[in-house]
Nanobody
Framework: QVRLVESGGGSVQAGGSLRLSCAAP????????MAWFRQAPGKEREAVAS???????LYKDPVQGRFTISKESSSSTLYLQMDNLKPEDTAMYYC????????????????????WGQGTQVTVSS
């Protein structure tokens, strides 16, 4: 079992920034592929960005150029730097991890991730 713990959510005005963190017990096989997803009320969970064990990143179009996914091996922490936030970014944000090899757009498919955090709320006001 891999326990992921998110933090860093909050309320900001449009144009502001937040940095989300996701603490993992360790970076190992089970956290080879990691990603951020979000879910707004009444909507399906959607991918935001992913990063693989080699540091290769992939972003969904709505956040491309505004969000940056990264990870720090020394602390086994995944990050999501969110800049120029918009009201439509309001959602619960979840980090996810898996040990299976995920290629291409499969990295942005929630059904491919076995391990999830509890979520952290991000609210952006206009």
């Amino acid at each position: 079992q891999v326990r992921l713990v998110e933090s860093g959510g909050g309320s900001v005005q449009a144009g502001g920034s937040l940095r989300l963190s996701c603490a993992a017990p360790a970076f190992n096989y089970y956290t080879s592929w990691m990603a951020w997803f979000r879910q707004a009320p009444g909507k399906e969970r959607e991918a935001v960005a992913s990063i693989d064990r080699y540091g290769s990143t992939l972003y969904k179009d709505p956040v491309q150029g505004r969000f940056t996914i990264s990870k720090e091996s020394s602390s086994s922490t995944l990050y999501l730097q969110m800049d120029n936030l918009k009201p439509e970014d309001t959602a619960m944000y979840y980090c996810a991890a898996d040990g299976n090899i995920l290629l291409g757009n499969s990295r942005l498919d929630a059904s491919n991730y076995h391990y999830w955090g509890q979520g952290t709320q991000v609210t952006v006001s206009s």
